[in-house]
C-alpha cells in the first residue's frame, strides 16, 4: 500500500460534516474532523430538551465515539480561529496550525436577531444543548415564581410565554409548552392553576409553517388554537425586554420570550474572507467549492446555495446530509484523477413537524398527513435517524413513558451559562 | 373537620426533609417545603454522574413532583437568608417571611476545604448535579486536552487526576474513573493511550474507608490497586492549584483535582445563631431540638448527633432519613398532647461501596460480603432506594448497557457555571 499523503480538514461535526466524514471511508486520506464541541447534536429533537421531554445525553454524543472505527480519522476538540488559504492551514485557538489538501466547513448556524444582539439576553434561541437547558430553566422558573408571585398582573406575566417565529421549532415549542403546563405541572402547585398559562406564538408572515402547503399551516393554526396556543400574524416584534415583547403595537407582558426566527451562520465566511449573502451563509458555486479555492468546500447551514428554481436550500438536516454525500463523492472522483465539477443538486424529501402529542403534519410531495397517523410516522422517523441503539431504547422509553403518564423525565432546574436577565 | 392551624415548615427536600414529611402524613398540619433546588438528588449515585455513566435526570426529581398528592404540603422554590426565633418566622430572599409553628432545618452540607476555600476552584467537591457536571467536564476535557499536547511532560499531568479523600466517594470515584480511561474511552484517541491515565487517590489517614472493618479497607485497597489506582496514605494535602497537589513531602503534578474529604453543614447554625461543632453543624439536644427551642428541629448533615458509644451520628441517607422518621412521631405524640422528649437512637443499618464496576464491599455487621456478590447487592439495594418506577428502569437500563458494552451515555461536555480555572 502507498503512503497516504491527501490531509482531509472537516470543520463542524454536524449532519453535514459527519455524512461526509462517513461517506469517505476506504477513500485514500486521512482526516482530521474539528469541532468546538465533544457531540454530535441531534438538533431536531432538542424543543424536546427545552421542554423537559428528554435528558440532553439522549440526544447528543460524543463525536469521537461516533468514528471511533475509523482509523483514518482523527477527531480534535478545538476552536478554528481563521483560515490561511494561500498557506492551505486551519488556524487554531493554541496558536497552532493543520495543514490541509481539502477543507471541508460544516460550521452550521446561530440563531440571529435581525440586527437586534441586545434581544438575545431576553429571548434565548434554541442551538446547542445549553440553550435548551437555558429555555427549561426559564420555564420551569418562571412556574416556580408564579407559585410564590402574590400581584395578579405580575403573575400573569409569569404565566405568559411568547414565542417569536412560527417555523417548525416555534410551533413545536408552543404545542410542547401548553402539554407540560396542562398535562404534566397540572396539580403540582397549591397558589396557581398551570392550565393558565398563556402561550402566544407571533409571525411576521400571514401563516405559521411558511415551508409547508397552505392547507397544512391552516391545520397547524387550527391545532394549536385548540391546544390553546394564540396565533398573532402579521406583525414583526420591534421590541424585546424584561417586560415583555411588542409586535406592531400590541404590548405583551412576559416574562419568558423564546426566539424561534432568523438564524445566521457561523463565521465560515467571515474566516475565509468569502462572499456571503445578508444572513452570512457563503455563496458557493454550484459544487459546493468556494470561487478560486477547488481545495474548500462549504456545506450544510454555513452554505448559501440555490435550487434549480431560484428558491434557496433549506436550511434542515436531509439538506447538509445530501451535500456532505455529494463532497465526498466529488472528492473521491477528484482522487480518482476525474476533476470534472458536479454540481449540487438538492432532493427535498419533504416537511414535517408535531403539534403537542396528539398531532403532526407531514409533506411528503407524495403523501400528505395530518392528525394522530402523522404524528407516528413522525416519531418512528426520527427514532430511525437517531444515531445508536442505546438511544433510540432510551428516546422510545421516554416517549413512551410521557405518552403513557404525561409525566417527564428531565424536569431540573439547573445553573448554567450565567443567566443574563 | 376542624380548622388545621399547626404550621410547619421544612427547609430542605434531602433525604431527611422528605422523609419527615412522608412520615407526617394525616397529621393535623399544613407544611410547607422550602428548597433553594426545584429537584430532591439522589446523592449516593452522584459520582455515576461525575462519570458519565448517568444522566443527571435519572438521579433526580421534582419535589413539588414528588409531594403533588399530598394536599397538605405546598412546595416553594426559595432561598431562606434567615430565621426569626422570637417571631418563629423563616426569612426569605424575597423579603418575604413565613410563619411557623414547628420549623425543621434539614439543609444539609457541602464540602469544606479545612480553611482553604481558595481551593475549590482547582479541586471541585461532589455535593449538587452542578459539581457532577463540572467534574465530568473536568475529566473529559482533560482527554480532549492530552490528544493535543505534544509536551510529553505537560501531556503526563493532563493524564494525571488526583483525588483527595479515601472515604466512600473517592473510592468510587477512583474506581469508575479508571474504568471510564480503560473502558470506555480506549480506541477513541489517535494521540494518546487512554490507559495511559494515572489515578491517585491521597487519603491523610492510614486507610481508605475508615469507618469499615479494617479487612474491608484492606480488601478496598488491593481491589483499587489491581485496577491500576495508586493509593497514598499518611499524608494531608497542604496545597492545590492549578499545576496539581502537594501532600506531605510529595507533589503531584495533576491537571484534574477532586476533592472528596471534608463536609461543612449549611447556614443552619448561623441562621439561628445556634451553637455548632467545628463542621458547623447545630449541636442539637438528644430529641433532635434546638436548646431552648422545643419547636426547631435539625435533621440530617446540617445536626451534630452523638450514638450512645459517643461517637458521631455518620452523614449518610439513612441517618438522616431515620432523623426524619422520629420527629415526625414526635410531633405527632405533641399535637396528640404528649410531649415527653425522646431522644433519637441510630439504627446503623451497614456500609457500602463501590470499587469499578465488579467489586464492592459491603458490611451489615451481620453480612460482611466483598467482590461481586457485594456489587451486585449494592445495585440492587440502590435501584430498590431509587424514588420512581421511570428512574429505576431508566438506572436499570443504564447501567445493564455499561456491563454489558462498557459505553457509557453521558459523555457530554457542557458548559456549566463558569469554570474559575
Redesign the interface.
Known sequence: MSEINHQVVVVGAGFGGLEFTRALAEAPVRITMIDK???HLFQPLLYQVATTAL????I???I??LL?KRRDV?????NVVGIDRPGKRVMLD?G?ALAYDTLVLATGARHAYFGHEEWEPFAPGLKT??DA?TIRRRI??AF?QA??ETDPVKRQALLTVAIVGGGPTGVELAGTIVELAHDTLR?????IDTRSIRVVLIEAGDRVLANFAPEHSDYAEKALERLGVTIELGRAVTRCDADGVVFGDKELAAKTILWAAGVAASPAAEWLGAEADRAGRVLVAPDLTVPGNPEIFVIGDAAHVLRPDGRPVPGVAPAAKQQGKHVAALLKARLAGDATPRPFRYRHDGDLATIGKRAAVIDLGWLKLTGWPAWWLWGVAHIYFLIGF??R??VS?SWL?IYA?G?R??????????DKV
Open positions: 464541541r465533544n457531540h435528558a440532553t445525553s439522549e447528543a454524543w460524543p469521537r465515539h471511533r482523527t477527531t480534535l476538540l478545538a493554541d497552532s444543548l445549553e437547558t420551569l422558573l416556580e407559585e410564590r396539580g403540582e402547585f397549591r397558589n442505546r438511544n431504547l432510551a422509553l413513558w403518564t409525566q423525565s428531565a424536569r431540573l432546574i439547573t445553573q448554567g451559562d450565567e
